[in-house]
């Protein structure tokens, strides 16, 4: 995974839960943070009043279609809840090409300090297309188990969590490696297990001295993954099309990528 940029860290706190639902200039205009040019990035804020909760959304855009074993979208999340922090992946299938909801699953990364260690693997999220289409979404809006409202932006406001070191009980968990051996670095990749199993995943590490944080998922052509960028997730900031990542049974992820994958 060849990867050079770099962002400065950032400082401001999210603050959107009280934003109305046309503040997504405001709210832009109000930070630094974004998920990078390969990640559509979302300010979120609760649909219920009486709940406080802030976060952002990096989100992956995939060709599923009506194919119930390929994501709409994929999406990686933290951020803060009812004063706890939180950090989830998820993904989200339609049935029809017309649906403007998906079913939605997601689990929660614990075991690096998060408070919510939560589930949702029944397919109990109901994610709505609230704005633009599900190609270059504006907004959507995530009911059932959750309910919040995710609003695009271009950059906001918000301090990232500190880079996870373990994926937590809901999660297949691997440790990589260089598939040569030539190569310095390491990394941690966290597969969801709920929805359509070996779809999507979160990972990160470093690859000769320069850190990496990526959201993968499949489309129709194979799997795919782009780059979170900003600090403290990059430096490194790439994309890697549908198709161009290789995965083996032995745990060997070629094309794209030369890495070894160890559970």
């Known amino acids: 995974m060849k990867k050079t940029l770099s962002i400065a860290l950032l400082g401001a706190v999210l603050a959107v839960s009280a934003a109305p639902p046309t503040a997504a200039k405001q709210i832009a205009a109000n930070g630094s943070f974004t998920c990078g040019p390969h990640a559509l990035t979302f300010a979120v804020r609760s649909l219920a009043p009486v ?30 809840w009812e004063g706890g922090t939180y950090r989830h992946v998820g993904h989200a299938f339609t049935r029809e090409p017309s649906d403007i909801s998906a079913v939605g699953y997601a689990s929660d990364i614990n075991g690096n300090g998060e408070d919510a260690n939560n589930n949702f693997p029944a397919g109990t999220l109901k994610v709505s297309l609230a704005g633009g289409t599900w190609a270059s979404p ?92 900003d600090a403290p997730f990059g430096p490194n900031c790439f994309t890697y099309g549908y198709g161009s990542i290789k995965f083996s049974r032995s745990g060997q992820v070629t094309g794209a990528w030369s890495e070894k994958w160890v559970s």
């Open 138 to 229: 504006t907004r959507i809006n995530v009911t059932g188990d959750w309910n919040e409202t995710w609003i695009r932006v271009s950059k906001i406001g918000y301090t990232p969590l500190e880079r996870p070191k373990t994926c937590g009980k809901y999660f297949d968990q691997y440790t990589v490696s260089d598939l040569a051996g030539s190569r310095r670095g390491e990394g941690l990749r966290c597969m969801l297990k709920v929805g359509t199993r070996n779809t999507t995943w979160f990972g990160n590490g470093n690859w000769e001295g320069a850190t990496y944080s990526h959201l993968g998922t499949k489309g129709h052509n194979g799997y795919g993954a782009s780059d979170i960028c």
């Open 51 to 80: 709940r406080q909760g802030t976060g952002v959304r990096c989100v992956k855009i995939s060709d599923g279609m009506s194919s119930q074993r390929i994501p709409r979208i994929a999406w990686y999340g933290e951020g803060t």
